[in-house]
């Protein structure tokens, strides 16, 4: 919480590869405001499971955007359930 609201603890002793030398970094945290494509795919790279996306956002939506997209979805479902 001192970091900010922007900031999750991601581990411990996380394994670093800089050039050909692996160091092993006490505490990890990720700011999740990235800035570009070639932050994020770092941030990501290394993962065991594989983060597959189009696009990074780098803000959540406000919950009148949440709202407004659950209540499209929902009108296409109802939509498809007709035909």
């Given amino acids: ?3 900010g609201d922007d900031f999750a603890f991601v581990g411990r002793q996380k ?3 800089l050039d050909d030398e692996w160091f092993r970094v006490d ?3 990720y ?3 990235l800035k570009g494509a070639a932050q994020a795919h770092y941030a990501l790279e290394g993962l065991p499971n594989k983060v597959l996306a189009s ?3 780098t803000l959540l939506p406000s919950t ?3 709202a ?3 209540r499209r979805v929902s009108a296409n479902l109802t939509q498809r359930g007709r035909s």
Wanted: aromatic share 10%; charged share 45%; proline share 0%.
């Fill in 15 to 17: 394994r670093l590869r």
């Fill in 68 to 70: 407004d997209e659950l």
């Fill in 55 to 57: 696009r990074y956002q």
């Fill in 31 to 33: 700011h999740r405001r």
């Fill in 64 to 66: 009148d955007q949440l």
């Fill in 27 to 29: 505490l990890v945290f």
């Fill in 1 to 3: 919480m001192e970091l």
